[in-house]
């Protein structure tokens, strides 16, 4: 099976703080993406990545970054954590470049920020 | 880029009852269409999923149409079960591309 790992379930920083969200696949996969669940607003994305040190924006990608520097580990990234940050994050993955791919998900990280 | 809106955000059914999920689309080039179900402190998982050169796809007591004249696309559950509580997302997008759209989500609660 899939599995998507991210670094904590439950996170607290306060604001200003530079926060590292991160997430490890186990499956080679080649997409993987970053996500924010709010509550009315659905799953958005931050950002992507088709390949190690590729990245592309998603629909909000304003205060955040991202890492890949290996295949299996994605990193996401708040420079300045700011209390419009805290959310639910979500991992995902999927197999190969083209869309049409079933996508994994991590179980999530509940970030607070203070 | 996609659009995708999804109705009702929240649907009560009693056990044993059908519910339906309405989700439309805006970008005519979609293609692929899934639909995830989020328990309780899980990620979203695939549940079932339709391309667009098929009109319906069943998966035991779940099914899923689409219309692309109209740009809709709908998840239908028979004889509900407690289990099938959960927040359920429709999706949509388009072959050769990594970017998936999600709707808002509907919390569906199965009343025993």
């Known amino acids: 099976d899939v599995k998507v790992t991210q670094s904590s379930r439950y996170l607290v920083k306060r604001t200003g703080e530079k926060v590292f969200l991160e997430c490890v696949q186990d499956?080679?996969?080649?997409?993987m993406f970053w996500y924010r669940q709010d509550p009315g607003l659905g799953l958005r994305l931050i950002y992507f990545?088709?390949?190690?040190?590729?990245?592309e924006k998603g629909d909000i990608p304003e205060g955040y970054s991202v890492s890949r520097e290996k295949k299996e580990r994605f990193s996401l990234i708040l420079e300045s954590a700011s209390t419009n940050q805290t959310s639910m994050y979500l991992c995902?993955?999927?197999?190969?470049?083209?869309?049409?791919?079933?996508?994994?998900f991590g179980p999530g990280t509940r970030l607070t920020v203070l | 880029g996609e659009n995708v809106e999804q109705h009702p955000s929240t649907l009560s059914v009693q056990e044993g009852d059908s519910a339906v999920i309405k989700c439309t689309y805006s970008?005519?080039?979609?293609?692929?269409f899934p639909w995830y179900k989020q328990e309780l402190g899980k990620g979203p998982q695939l549940i079932i999923d339709?391309?667009?050169?098929?009109g319906e796809k069943k998966d035991q007591r779940i099914a899923v149409t689409l219309n692309k004249t109209a740009k809709h696309f709908s998840l239908h559950i028979t004889e509900t079960q407690p289990e099938d509580s959960a927040v359920y997302f429709c999706?949509?997008?388009?072959?050769?591309?990594?970017?998936?759209?999600f709707g808002i989500g509907t919390k569906l609660q199965v009343i025993p």
């Open positions: 995902a993955s999927s197999l190969v470049r083209f869309a049409g791919n079933e996508q994994f």
């Open positions: 499956m080679d996969h080649e997409n």
């Open positions: 990545s088709y390949d190690v040190k590729m990245k």
């Open positions: 970008d005519s080039a979609s293609n692929y």
């Open positions: 339709i391309r667009s050169n098929v």
């Open positions: 999706a949509a997008s388009r072959e050769g591309y990594q970017k998936v759209t």
